[in-house]
Structures are given as C-alpha cells and as structure tokens.
C-alpha cells in the first residue's frame, strides 16, 4: 500500500504549534483531543502535529 503523506513530512511539537498561534502548549493539546487538530504519537507517547494541516488552520482554510 502507498501513502499519500511524504515520508519527510515537518512534525511540530505542541510548543512550536503554540507559539504560531501564541496561546498555551496546553490548549493545543486540548484543540487535538476536540478534534480540531491531528496529533501522532511519538514512540515516547509524546504528541506531534502536521505541520501543513497547522499550516491551512492558521491561514483560515480549514
């Protein structure tokens, strides 16, 4: 099977994601429990974001 998603694809931590909306590490966690965002799992159970889909949030598109 292929993956529509490049293997190099930019992860974002939540700080990172936060700083880009400057609001609090703790409400992006919060967005990607609502659904709001898409978060992946580190093998250190640590959460990370798209960068493109943090990206089109930002700019309004989705």
């Not at 931590?13 to 966690?29: C, G, I, S």
Request: no cysteine; proline share 5%; net charge positive.
């Amino acid at each position: 099977m292929t993956q529509d998603r490049p293997e190099t694809e930019k992860l974002l931590t939540p700080a990172e994601v936060a700083a880009l909306f400057r609001v609090d590490p703790k409400t992006v966690t919060r967005w990607a429990k609502a659904g709001k965002l898409t978060s992946i799992r580190t093998l250190g159970g640590h959460r990370r974001y798209r960068e493109n889909e943090v990206r089109a949030l930002l700019a309004g598109e989705q």
